[in-house]
């Protein structure tokens, strides 16, 4: 069974900070994507991470994929009280040979809390 | 675009009393389709998540059941519910290495 666990599970940072937040995973895959939920919200997409090496940027976020090691990073630079959120990490895998046959487990969350 | 409807937004709902949620996808054909619940400041937990129509694989055992009738619309019922079936339910949609896109939600409490 695929297990996707994420560190720490709450963050609490003060603005123009950076820090990072890891996602392991059990199995392997090649695909992961990260979401940000609001409070009270549904989740919104925020990287899709297709290969290993893979980084991707946004704003002062930056999501990385080293499928060699099943770790995931999303790192924040200069932390601003916007980005608070929770943040989750999904991996994708396949269900035998039917490429449609595909699932995405989640992580357990990180609550992050910008502090002025 | 695609579009992702989910209705309704809440729902109060007595013990032993029956539910429907309904989620409808815009702009696309065949797409995965599935249901998940987030209790209370938890994560997400896979209900069900369907290829096609009629193609309905349950992850986890419960009083839910899920239906597709038609191509890009998913059901999620229960004949009586429970107090533990209170929660967040979001329906998503997904092709091929695309993100998960997901509905507004519906929050549920059973009283």
């Known amino acids: 069974e695929l297990k996707v666990e994420q560190n720490p599970l709450f963050l609490s940072m003060q603005e123009g900070k950076n820090y990072t937040i890891y996602c392991n995973y059990s199995t392997t895959s090649d695909r992961l994507y990260w979401y940000r939920q609001d409070p009270g919200k549904s989740l919104e997409s925020l990287f899709v991470l297709l290969s290993n090496g893979a980084v991707k940027q946004e704003g002062r976020l930056m999501a990385s994929l080293d499928t060699k090691a099943r770790l995931s990073t999303l790192h924040i630079t200069a932390a601003v009280h916007d980005l608070s959120a929770t943040y989750f990490c999904?991996?994708?895998?396949?269900?035998?040979?039917?490429?449609?046959?595909?699932?995405?487990?989640f992580g357990t969350g990180t609550r992050l809390t910008i502090i002025p | 675009s695609q579009t992702i409807h989910q209705w309704p937004a809440t729902l109060v709902q007595p013990v032993g009393s029956p539910l429907s949620l309904e989620c409808t996808v815009e702009?696309?054909?065949?797409?995965?389709l599935y249901w998940y619940r987030q209790a209370a400041g938890r994560g997400l937990q896979l209900l069900f998540y369907?290829?096609?129509?009629?193609?309905i694989s349950s992850e986890v055992p419960q009083n839910l059941s899920a239906s597709r009738p038609q191509d890009r619309q998913f059901i999620l019922s229960s004949k009586k519910l429970l107090l533990s079936d209170s929660g967040f339910y979001l329906c998503?949609?997904?092709?091929?290495?695309?993100?998960?896109?997901f509905g507004n939600g519906t929050r549920l409490t059973v009283t």
């Open positions: 369907s290829v096609g129509i009629g193609q």
């Open positions: 998503a949609w997904k092709q091929g290495y695309s993100p998960l896109h």
């Open positions: 702009g696309t054909s065949n797409p995965n």
């Open positions: 999904a991996v994708d895998i396949v269900m035998g040979s039917n490429f449609g046959n595909e699932k995405l487990t």
